[in-house]
């Protein structure tokens, strides 16, 4: 089997893998305190500044593509510090908004640079470069692009939202 055949079926099976173990949170965080879901969704991303491994030499391959390397390490990083600042501004509710919709639109948008990026530098090929980042990529990157989807379902919701849910996770 190629590399790039494996590379896809292990971010499809991510995905889906993913997906099956947060359809069970998802109820619980509908049901949430606004502020504390989007809460719970900036911590997982404050850890994005682990992406600047992907410049990090040795960690990955001499022959990683480096217009995907880089994009994919600042853009981590921009996202985790945004996080981290929707976190410190918790108490300042109007700060804390506009930083979860701003960690959130730059995440996303990291993520869907980076699968353009990967796609046009065809990544699937060269993925042994990813070297240990290659978890990153199959394990951390699903979770992180479905807790943006639900940040922004959440962010739609009207504020007094919650209370319907909370029967459906009794």
């Excluded at 879901?37 to 990090?56: D, E, N, P, W």
């Excluded at 960690?59 to 990683?64: I, N, Q």
């Excluded at 980042?133 to 504020?159: E, G, N």
């Amino acid at each position: 089997m190629s590399p790039a055949i494996v590379f896809n079926i292990h971010l499809i099976m991510g995905y889906v893998a993913w997906l099956l173990c947060f359809g069970t949170f998802w109820p619980k965080l509908r049901a949430m305190d606004r502020v504390e879901a989007q809460r719970l969704i900036a911590m997982l991303h404050s850890f994005r500044f682990f992406g600047l491994v992907f410049i990090l030499p040795g960690f990955t391959g001499p022959a990683l593509p480096p217009g995907f390397a880089l994009f994919a390490a600042y853009g981590d990083l921009a996202t985790g510090l945004l996080a981290m600042a929707a976190l410190a501004a918790i108490r300042i509710r109007p700060l804390f908004w506009l930083a979860v919709l701003t960690f959130n639109t730059v995440g996303a948008a990291d993520l869907l640079v980076n699968y353009y990026h990967g796609v046009r530098l065809d990544l699937p090929s060269a993925a042994g470069e990813l070297g240990a980042a290659y978890a990153i990529v199959m394990l951390y990157v699903p979770i992180l692009m479905i807790t943006h989807v639900a940040a922004f379902a959440l962010l739609l919701r009207p504020a007094n939202d919650t209370t319907r849910h909370n029967a459906a996770v009794d």
